[in-house]
């Protein structure tokens, strides 16, 4: 059985034919010729059958044939805000593995003991998409640059927001528990603080601000183990329910 080919094409519906870099991958790694039917993603929640009608150079043309809508197989909003680490291979595999489990928004902190206070976006927005067409999802997380933490809590003024951190002298709840008590369709904002964990004035700025203290667990987790284990428990609280 020949493998199904997917393509990212964020205007997929009204396009004629494949992003510059998509096409290359098309043509010239994967060999494919007029006549042979791919799948389009636009990253909002439809895949379309296609098939290539016109390969010719740097392009590659096709012809859609059937649109599929492809609903969330969470429900709500899940939003990840996370301090980068000093090593941008870990970030990136969190986004990569993130996105495989299902997340709707990510976004970058900048925090008082962060160690990464640059970044390069657009190769996280690579990665995610990437991530995306290997989990053959129909949703792109939206990817967010670098925030000042407490700018960034000032704007999120509303909601179900939480905030992980390791510090013993600060009342947490276990944030699993927490999401197990919203309704299956409430969003659900979680940060993760740098290496050195946010500082504790920052965490009391955020639960002045209305986010609940939360720990994970029992074990310390790296900050990439620390982001996934809040995705995989936002997507837990959320998965809808058959029936």
């Not at 510059?20 to 636009?42: K, P, S, T, Y």
């Not at 016109?54 to 392009?59: F, K, L, R």
């Not at 899940?78 to 489990?101: D, G, N, Q």
């Amino acid at each position: 059985m020949k493998e199904t080919r997917f393509f990212y094409v964020p205007d997929a519906a009204h396009a004629t034919e494949l992003p510059d870099d998509e096409a290359q991958h098309a043509l010239r790694v994967l060999r494919l010729h007029e006549g042979d039917e791919i799948m389009l993603m636009d990253g909002k929640g439809n895949f379309y059958e296609a098939v290539i009608c016109q390969p010719s150079g740097h392009h590659c043309r096709y012809s859609l044939m059937q649109q599929l809508a492809q609903p969330r197989q969470w429900q709500g909003y899940l939003h990840l805000a996370i301090a980068p680490t000093k090593m941008m291979e870990r970030m990136e595999w969190l986004f990569e593995k993130a996105t495989e489990v299902g997340v709707d928004e990510f976004s970058l902190l900048n925090c008082q003991f962060s160690e990464r206070r640059v970044v390069k976006e657009q190769r996280l927005e690579k990665i995610v998409i990437s991530a995306m067409k290997q989990s053959r999802k129909a949703w792109l997380p939206r990817v967010n640059g670098m925030t000042d933490f407490r700018r960034f809590i000032e704007s999120h003024a509303h909601g179900h927001r939480y905030i992980a951190h390791c510090y013993d002298e600060v009342p947490r709840v276990n944030l699993f528990a927490e999401l197990c008590k919203l309704s299956v369709s409430d969003d659900a904002l979680v940060l993760i603080g740098p290496e050195g964990d946010f500082s504790i004035a920052e965490v009391q700025a955020a639960v002045d601000a209305g986010f609940v203290s939360v720990d994970l667990g029992k074990s310390r987790l790296r900050t990439e183990t620390a982001g996934l284990s809040a995705v995989m428990m936002m997507q837990l609280a959320k998965m809808k329910r058959e029936g």
